[in-house]
């Protein structure tokens, strides 16, 4: 059975850092792509950041960029997302999402969107206030 866990989240001060991470077990991480998402309170699921399955592209949502890194470790079957100069509007529940792509290069695709996903963690809470 696929299985993402998230975890690393928490309470930080504004200005502060977390990382993030998500553990895959029942299949291997190497082939798949990667997203991380967030969801705050009354607000729809949007995109934070994704890395391609083969060349490692990237890619930030404008709100995160420079602030966060998405990174794997294949070798652990991890994925992270170190958060740094947290925000108070960066809290939200944080999920990490693999899929496998298919097709003629899409190894080399980040994909943005969460309906490319088939494969979702739980999610992790992160809050960030003084």
């Known amino acids: 059975q696929l299985q993402l866990v998230e975890s690393g989240g928490g309470l930080v001060q504004p200005g502060g850092s977390l990382r993030l991470s998500c553990a895959a077990s029942g299949f291997t991480l190497d082939y798949y792509a990667i997203g991380w998402f967030r969801q705050a309170p009354g607000k729809e699921r949007e995109g934070v950041s994704c890395l391609s399955s083969f060349d490692g592209s990237t890619r930030y949502a404008d709100s995160v960029k420079g602030r966060f890194t998405i990174s794997r470790d294949n070798a652990k079957n991890m994925v992270y997302l170190q958060m740094n100069s947290l925000k108070p509007e960066d809290t939200a529940v944080y999920y990490c999402?693999?899929?496998?792509?298919?097709?003629?290069?899409?190894?080399?695709?980040?994909?943005?969107?969460?309906?490319?996903?088939?494969?979702w963690g739980q999610g992790t809470q992160v809050t960030v206030s003084s």
């Open positions: 999402a693999a899929t496998l792509p298919s097709g003629l290069n899409s190894g080399y695709v980040c994909y943005v969107s969460e309906y490319d996903y088939d494969n």
